[in-house]
């Protein structure tokens, strides 16, 4: 099973700066990796795919890069409306396996 | 426009069964697979499994392996989990997901049902 590692645990950024999450497989998965967007009490939302595409709905600030083992998504200038818990999920092989969550808050 | 309704929330003793249903709406029901998802209190998502619905080839994740078995009924365009030998730590929000074709992203999701397991 790919074991998908994401860094931060929580990440606390002032309105207006950037947040930069990091998310590690174990194992290449090339491109293959999805991010969502969790908020509390709402369904997840996909927000990238295929590693660097951005989902319908979701602003420019949100980009997101990387291939092989390493992915990296970044919002830039942070609004409240964007706290949430992201997550990065490999569909690359089964079972397939998401990380464990980035909490981003506003400082 | 693609649409997920999930059963309502259930609460089970530790050793019972669950059933889950998730009706979908709003494109061809066998030209999409279905995943299932769970998050239990205070923890991150938890991949559970998958159905191919047009073949009906299912995968689990080995940790559910024995105990989910997810189905669907074709005509009602509804995708089933089905969770047994429950145990306290199988409280959750269970979401079902459909992916962008048959095997990729979980691109729409239902609202999430939550599941109860307590003595």
């Known amino acids: 099973e790919i074991v998908m590692t994401q860094s931060p645990a929580t990440l606390s950024v002032s309105p207006g700066d950037t947040a930069t999450l990091s998310c590690r497989a174990s194992?290449?998965?090339?491109?293959?990796l999805a991010w969502y967007q969790h908020k509390p009490g709402q369904a997840p939302r996909l927000l990238i795919y295929d590693g660097s595409y951005r989902a319908t709905g979701f602003p420019p600030r949100f980009t997101a890069s990387g291939s092989g083992t390493e992915f990296v998504l970044t919002i830039s200038s942070l609004q409240a409306e964007d706290v949430a818990v992201y997550y990065c999920?490999?569909?690359?092989?089964?079972?397939?396996?998401f990380g464990q969550g980035t909490k981003v808050e506003i400082k | 426009q693609v649409q997920f309704v999930q059963s309502g929330a259930e609460v089970k003793k530790p050793g019972a069964s669950v059933t889950v249903s998730c009706k979908a709406s709003?494109?061809?029901?066998?030209?999409?697979?279905i995943h299932w998802v769970r998050q239990a209190p205070g923890q991150g998502l938890e991949w559970l499994g998958w159905i191919n619905t047009d073949t009906g080839k299912r995968k689990y994740s080995a940790k559910m392996q024995g105990r989910v078995t997810i189905t669907t009924d074709t005509s009602a365009t509804t995708a089933y989990m089905e969770l047994s030998s429950l145990r306290s730590e199988d409280t959750a929000v269970y979401y079902c997901a459909r992916d962008r074709e048959l095997d990729y992203y979980l691109l729409y999701w239902g609202q999430g049902t939550l599941v109860t397991v307590s003595s």
């Open positions: 709003g494109y061809t029901f066998t030209e999409y697979a």
């Open positions: 194992q290449s998965i090339t491109g293959k």
């Open positions: 999920q490999q569909y690359s092989n089964w079972p397939r396996t």
